[in-house]
């Protein structure tokens, strides 16, 4: 996978398939010291040996792998138990390295498979630096969060068109979660007020949060993972607006096993 772009196809899932992913949904949280120290710093050198990225998009820098490549087999010895206890049952999907450009609006990290493929399961995100600058902060972070919602996108209404699109591109054309046919759970007006607005997700306009709740704020620190289910609408934080440069991390994506 590592020399190649992820595309998402825009197809639905079964009714009965949907209904799977329903009744295996986690659901967000955060894990303090779920790695520990020289783990942390062995990842952290890993993103750093990273010389050329196979995907560079307008949102991101993007590596993806499995535990069968050279960089998935130390992490396999890190990470194969610690998420089979975070998550039961699982399979990888991928792991990705990931250098943000710009902060991702809100959307929904599942993607469509052909059968007969696994279901899309979970999300688990460490972080491993945050940069401000353009250099590293070595003590302390600069504060900043991944957000997640309680609504959902199970790929349900989408038109079969077997056509795909990669990820990782601009999101100048993407609408408000709401007026996604896929996406559901919405609620009646706004719950999120401006100052949260303000504080988090600045780099959407207001009129974006119609119909959403916040079920987490994930406070990025050193050697804890943020985790959520890939049918849940999540973002990140507008952290250029607070003079962070750039936000280095490692993601999991699995399957239900």
Known sequence: ??????????????PEEVQ?????DLGSGVVRNFINSDELAFCRQEIENIK????????????G?????PLGQPLKEIFEDKLGNLLGDYTLDFFAYQEAIQ???VHADIRWYDRPKHLPQ??????????????ENNNEWDDTYSIMFKQRNYLSNQKNTNKAELGNTDQKSWSRPCENPSAELFTEGYNIDKDVHKKYLSHMPYDWME???????YKWEKM???HWDQNQLHCADNFLAKNIKTKLSLIFFTNQG
């Open 52 to 63: 050329e990225w196979p995907e560079h998009g307008k949102t991101s820098k993007y590596l």
């Open 65 to 69: 792998a499995s535990w069968v490549d």
């Open 103 to 105: 902060p991702w609006k």
């Open 211 to 217: 119909g959403l709740e916040i079920e987490t704020i």
């Open 224 to 226: 804890s993972c943020g």
């Open 1 to 14: 996978m590592s020399d190649q772009q992820h595309a998402y196809v825009n197809n639905s899932y079964l």
């Open 122 to 135: 979970h999300v688990v995100l460490i972080p491993l630096d945050v940069i401000t600058n353009g250099e």
């Open 20 to 24: 799977l992913m329903k009744d295996g």
